[in-house]
């Protein structure tokens, strides 16, 4: 741990005078707590960076792949800008996508025919903030969602 913060410090120096951290292995004196430089790595190789020759090149169909994004889950990033479209604010849409437990919670709540900017004024302030003041998360809530 002492070489690795004398080394986060070091970096940090050369950094902040102007100067760029060189591809090197240093090595590290627990006595008198600084690190040298052992030997430049200036290419790729020395880092062992290089094709693994007993691999052979993965060719996935174009059919595979819709397969594969067509099994995927609605992520949160979608999910969010579906919330938006709803006329949800985006902060309230960022909080309802932040855990996917609350934003299950909340599409079965829009399921049983809430409406969204109302539902989620709802959830994100009053059962939030109760769910909060009592140390439970949303999936131990005792309120149920339909």
């Not at 070091?10 to 240093?26: A, D």
């Not at 994004?69 to 979608?78: K, M, T």
């Not at 998360?137 to 309120?143: G, L, R």
Request: proline share 6%; aromatic share 8%.
């Amino acid at each position: 741990m002492q070489a690795i913060e004398h080394e986060a410090l070091r970096q940090v120096e050369v950094l902040e005078s102007g100067g760029t951290i060189v591809q090197e292995t240093r090595l590290f004196n627990p006595d008198t707590g600084t690190t040298r430089s052992m030997r430049s790595k200036e290419d790729a190789h020395d880092y062992r960076y290089f094709p693994d020759p007993d691999l052979l090149p993965l060719e996935l169909d174009e059919a595979f792949l819709a397969d594969c994004r067509a099994s995927l889950p609605e992520l949160p990033d979608a999910k969010r800008a579906r919330y938006e479209a709803a006329g949800i604010s985006p902060y309230q849409a960022g909080v309802l996508t932040a855990e996917v437990e609350a934003a299950r919670w909340f599409d079965a709540l829009l399921d049983a025919g809430a409406k969204p900017v109302a539902a989620a004024n709802w959830t994100t302030s009053e059962l939030f903030g109760a769910l909060n003041r009592v140390g439970k998360s949303i999936a131990e809530s005792p309120v149920c969602s339909r």
